[in-house]
Every structure is written in structure tokens, then in C-alpha cells.
């Protein structure tokens, strides 16, 4: 276990350090984050990042509770084809442009995350760690095309020294409601995080196949 802990400690301060030595310098998080291609609902819903600001409401941990799976493999083994090929229809790329962008937004080796209460735990393989998180507010950025989002931030208060201090929520939602699936930020330094805008680890319920996400994917 201890071995396992090292293991994915190290995975998260590479993690860390990526998203610092990427976006060192920069002001604010200003990046294409709304653009993972989602298209929820119409042009300047709250799900398109338009919102006022007396909107966004503090969320509870609660919001996300349950057992999550990474899309990564999916889009990997070729599961998720259909929706690169569906974005290229509507979208300025191609198919195989579209999965590179994926690729590199979904990309983790945290397979699985289960949200219990204040615990979070991280799995990489069969090896995890745990940490109990409490909330630390939130963030609103701005990104360049004019529209905004909502990191719900949550602070380390106890568990593994390996589980990252932060973790940080996206998921196109500005007030409490129970998220269907989302994008998280997780490493030690707060403040680099919220310029990470090129990674967005996903995840959706562990009850779904990879069919399935496909086809929600596709809903929106």
C-alpha cells in the first residue's frame, strides 16, 4: 500500500508540476475550458458558461457523491468514435483532430474516483488513496471567447499525504444540484489549478458502460 501511495503521489505532483510549468505567468484562467465540445443547450444558457454572478450558489461535496469512472479508456479504445465523428459534423475539426484534442483533455491514469461523505478516494488500479475534503469556496473564470465558469473547490483536511490538497469541480452547473457527470482538477497548489484549462480528467457513473456514456455524450 505504501508503494501504491508513492506511486500515485508521484503521478499527482507530476500532474501538479505540468500545470504550473503550463500556465506559469498567467493572470487569469483564460483558456477554451467550455469547449470540451459540449453543446448544452442553447447559446448563452448557463451550461454554455452565461451566467450572472448572484447565480452561482456554494455546493456541498454531497453534489457529487458516488462512484465515478474515467472516460479515457473509452476514448482510447475507440468507444467514443461515434461522438468524435459527431462533433466533426457541427465542428470546425475532423474527426481524428477532435480526438487529439480529447485525448489530451480527458488523459489521467485516475481511473476511478468514489465520493462517500467527506471522502474522496483516488484509484489508480487496484492501488488508491483517500482524503477527507471540505469546502474551500469558489472560483469564477473567465475564458477569451467571453463566457465563464465555476471551479468548486475543496480543501484537504485529513487522510493520506499522497491525496492531493485540492480538488476542484467543473461540471457546467452554478448552483447545488446533483451532477451527472464532471471534469476535476486535483494537486497541491491551488492557484495553478485554476489555470489548468487544457486537461479536464471526466468522469461519469461507474454504472454506466462505455455504450452508454457514448450515447449521453451524444444527447448533449
Known amino acids: 500500500m505504501n508503494k501504491a501511495i508513492t506511486t500515485l503521489s508521484y503521478a499527482l505532483a507530476v500532474s501538479a508540476a505540468l500545470t504550473f510549468a503550463g500556465t506559469a505567468g498567467a493572470q487569469t484562467s483564460s483558456g477554451n475550458n467550455r469547449s470540451h465540445g459540449h453543446s448544452h443547450d442553447k447559446k448563452g444558457s448557463v451550461n454554455e458558461g452565461y451566467f450572472d ?3 452561482v450558489k456554494a455546493r456541498e461535496l454531497s453534489d457529487w457523491e458516488g462512484d465515478w469512472q474515467s472516460v479515457y479508456p473509452f476514448l482510447v479504445d475507440g468507444t467514443l468514435d461515434p461522438v ?3 462533433k466533426a ?3 470546425d475539426k475532423s474527426a481524428g483532430e477532435y480526438r487529439a484534442y480529447y485525448d489530451k483533455g480527458y488523459k489521467t491514469d485516475v481511473d476511478r474516483i468514489v465520493i462517500n461523505g467527506k471522502k474522496v478516494t483516488f484509484f489508480r488500479g487496484k492501488d488508491s488513496v483517500t482524503g477527507d475534503y471540505e469546502t474551500d469556496r469558489h472560483e469564477i ?3 477569451k ?5 465555476v471551479r468548486f473547490i475543496f480543501r484537504k483536511s485529513a487522510g493520506d499525504d499522497a491525496a492531493p490538497r485540492f480538488i476542484q469541480f467543473s461540471d457546467h452547473i452554478v448552483a447545488p444540484e446533483k451532477a451527472d ?3 476535476l482538477y486535483w494537486g ?3 492557484a495553478a489549478l485554476l489555470n489548468e484549462v487544457t486537461n479536464w480528467p471526466t468522469y461519469y457513473p461507474s454504472s454506466l458502460n462505455g455504450k452508454q456514456i457514448a450515447e449521453e455524450m451524444l444527447a448533449h
Open 84 to 86: 468524435m465523428a459527431d
Open 89 to 91: 459534423k457541427h465542428g
Open 145 to 149: 471567447k467571453g463566457n465563464r465558469g
Open 141 to 143: 473564470l473567465t475564458y
Open 53 to 55: 454572478d448572484d447565480q
Open 188 to 190: 497541491n497548489d491551488r
Open 181 to 183: 457527470h464532471y471534469h
